[in-house]
């Protein structure tokens, strides 16, 4: 039976499993028919919440979800996300006030329809003020295109500016965060969800099955030569027992964990077949007591990415060497 919570402050009541579009087109199931009855037989099974992006199939996930919701619009809280490269363009990407404009439009389009219920930054854009995004977001919810807006993988310190700058500005908040979680990528517990809490933003999680990897099944993942690799499949050797003998498959155990946390509302989901997603379904009743929890805590510690690999975004003070090393001519001469 499918649960319902409130999106943080937007309003919008959403189930706690939301349709996760990814795999529509070109980077999944390339059947459009298939696809839009996955769509139907997720709603009538209780999902409302809907996520895709602009770069999914380079914006042909919109265009399948966009047939599947043909007059059935109203009954669905629609997201999408822009900030990804789309095209070959050197401004086809970003969280400018120039790029949102344009995607939200191609967005509508691709979607058919008229309003966007969530619409997100992908990931942080360096190069792009704070504030010029709220500033595009909120006139573009004044105009009724979309009704709120929020970000995808940002650390905690960008969650907080932006919501400094919200009120410093009078404008618009980022009312949701959509983080990488999982059993095996806990990393969002020591400040991302804190923070989220403490400014009353929804949550809801990509990749509760740390991409595949808790499907209950390891024997193809093994890399010996990675010590990161090792220790993942450590962790879900450990975690498989625990399911097996809870009596539960381990997608249930890591779906349930997935949306126990106070500060989570939803964790999408990313089936590309009916299977995947009648099997997903299958647990959505299941829930964790405070005795399984505890045991979860003693396999992968509260707070730890098992592989920091997997944290979904980095930011340039780590990714960019320049940025953490002075000029050799300023160090020769210190």
């Known amino acids: ?6 999106l943080g402050a937007t309003g919008m009541n959403v189930s706690t499993y939301c349709l996760g579009a990814m795999a529509f087109g070109a980077w ?32 042909e996930s919109e265009i399948i979800v966009g047939k599947a919701l043909k007059d059935r619009r109203d009954d669905v809280i629609l997201a999408t996300k822009a900030n990804k490269q789309i095209g070959e363009g050197i401004n086809h990407s970003g969280n400018s006030r120039r790029w949102i404009v344009h995607e939200v439009e191609a967005s509508l389009t691709r979607l058919g329809t008229d309003w966007i219920d969530l619409y997100q930054m992908h990931r942080p854009d360096p190069s792009t003020d704070i504030e010029e995004t709220l500033a595009a977001l909120t006139d573009l919810q004044h105009q009724g295109k979309i009704r709120a807006f929020g970000s ?41 969800l804190p923070a989220c809490h403490r400014y009353g933003l929804g949550v ?6 740390a991409n595949g990897w808790l499907s209950g099944d390891v024997s193809t993942r093994v890399d010996p030569s990675s010590a990161d690799n090792m220790l993942k499949v450590d962790r879900v050797n450990a975690l498989i027992a625990l399911a097996k003998e809870l009596g539960v498959p381990l997608p249930h155990l890591a779906m349930a964990f997935a949306v126990a946390h106070p500060a989570v509302t939803a964790a999408v989901i990313g ?4 299977t995947e997603l009648r099997e997903t379904f299958d647990g959505a009743s299941f829930e964790l ?8 805590d003693e396999i992968v510690a509260p707070g730890a990415d098992v592989s920091a690999a997997d944290a979904g975004w980095q930011p340039p003070a780590i990714t960019e060497s320049v ?4 000029p050799l001519a300023e160090r020769a001469a210190s």
Do not use: K
């Open 1 to 6: 039976m499918m649960r319902y919570r409130t």
């Open 152 to 192: 995808s993988t940002f650390p905690a310190d960008l969650i907080v500016e932006a919501q400094w700058v919200s009120e410093r500005r009078g404008l618009g908040r980022f009312r949701c965060e959509q983080p990488p979680y999982s059993l095996l990528v806990r990393g969002i517990e020591r400040s991302v």
């Open 204 to 209: 809801f999680v990509w990749f509760p099955l």
């Open 323 to 326: 940025l953490r090393r002075r």
């Open 28 to 59: 999944g199931n390339q059947d459009h028919d298939e696809c839009i009855r996955i769509v139907h037989e997720a709603l009538g099974s209780g999902i409302n919440f809907i996520d895709t992006a602009d770069v999914y199939s380079q914006g």
């Open 289 to 296: 007591d405070d005795a399984t929890l505890d045991r979860l």
């Open 271 to 274: 089936p590309s077949t009916m």
